[in-house]
């Protein structure tokens, strides 16, 4: 039913595990159903473009008909949205303030918190064109318990208010400004703009009334988002994991938090499991693909040294099993 009845779809799950080739896989299925499917990935791997041998990148680009696709780049983002809020900031403050300004944009890129806040602002302006002109939306990642947190919290505004600080600090107006973005005490921290009345900029000088608005629209795409990604109506999460310990451990961590979120958990895609019928030929067709790959290995890191370690039959856990690793590493030349 999920690709019937749901808008947008985010899959979850710890890398290599197949969240790229699953994502696709849907999104295909999807459009060969005739809906008009947007996959989205916000990898800095460009593994869509792997996928689909074929060049993907930031602009939408059509990869079946019906199917189109788009790879987000954190970097970028940063860089776009740091470039907007110096953009804006130099439209309400004096012209003095502008080397400041740029100063406190290129100290804010190096902060941690810099890629979620851009990341975010992208997706949700993704999610909304994707909910207007598509039938069904498919990132193949979900947000983190954090991450959907920053939706409902100004610290997302983080350049934005580093910004304010530093090129406002005489304006003792700022304190209004910023006192409008964060809720009352006792309200829903959810939901802060559930009362709009008590977010009106009236009675502000121009410049901050500009300032508020542009803050506030901001706040309120993320609430529109955390409001789409938590209506079990229209979204839903995936997770993908493999059938060995770290994998499960990791999706049992990430479902618990996420499950707080309240985001709709929908189910869970268990990948690379050994076929039944894994025999002798099934073996010898996997060892003809993994030999094509270690001559490729071979050819494009000529000039690394290069150790091998097979393949286990069970998981490696505990002392025991890393020492038989470790055997295996010295047996290679380590
Ligand atoms: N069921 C499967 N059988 C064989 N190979 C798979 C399977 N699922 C994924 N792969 C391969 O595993 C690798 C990692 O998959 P990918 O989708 O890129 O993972 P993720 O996006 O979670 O990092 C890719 O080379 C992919 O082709
Ligand atoms: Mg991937």
Do not use: C
């Not at 947190?149 to 209004?176: H, I, V, Y």
């Amino acid at each position: 039913m999920l690709l019937t009845d749901k808008r947008l779809l985010l899959v979850g799950g710890k890398g290599g595990v197949g969240k790229t080739t699953i994502s696709a896989a849907m999104a295909l299925l999807a459009s060969s159903r005739g809906k008009k499917v947007l996959l989205v990935s916000t990898d800095p791997a460009h593994s869509l473009s792997d996928a689909f041998a074929r060049s993907v990148g930031d602009s939408i680009t059509r990869l079946a008909p019906n199917l189109d696709a788009l790879e987000l780049d954190p970097d970028r983002e940063v860089e776009q949205h740091l470039a907007r809020v110096s953009a804006q900031l130099k439209r309400f403050t004096r012209p003095e303030m502008f080397n400041e300004i740029e100063r406190q944009m290129r100290l804010t890129r190096q902060s941690p918190g810099a890629q979620e806040a851009a990341m975010l602002e992208r997706m949700a302006n993704v999610i909304e064109l994707g909910l207007t002109d598509y039938d069904i939306v498919i990132f193949d990642t979900a947000p983190t318990g954090h991450t959907l947190r920053l939706l409902s919290l100004p610290e997302a505004m983080a350049a934005w208010t580093q910004g304010l600080l530093n090129a406002n600090k005489r304006s003792e107006k700022l304190g209004e400004v910023l006192g409008h973005l964060t809720p009352k005490s006792g309200r829903d921290l959810a939901n802060p703009l559930a009362d709009p009345a008590e977010h009106a900029p009236a009675g502000m000088d121009e410049r901050n009334k500009a300032i508020t608005e542009t803050l506030l629209a901001r706040q309120r795409l993320f609430q529109r988002t955390r409001e789409v990604l938590t209506d079990a109506q229209q979204s839903a999460l995936l997770f993908v994991l493999t059938p060995e310990k770290l994998p499960i451990l990791e999706t049992g961590r990430a479902v618990q938090s996420l499950v707080q979120e309240k985001l709709p958990l929908a189910g869970l895609v268990v990948n690379r499991i050994l076929p039944a019928n894994a025999d002798g030929n099934f073996l010898a067709a996997r060892r003809t693909q993994e030999q094509v790959h270690l001559t490729q290995i071979a050819e494009d890191f000529a000039s690394l040294r290069r150790y091998k370690i097979p393949l286990q039959a069970t998981d490696i856990e505990g002392i025991t099993a890393l020492q038989q690793i470790a055997g295996l590493l010295e047996e290679s030349g380590l």
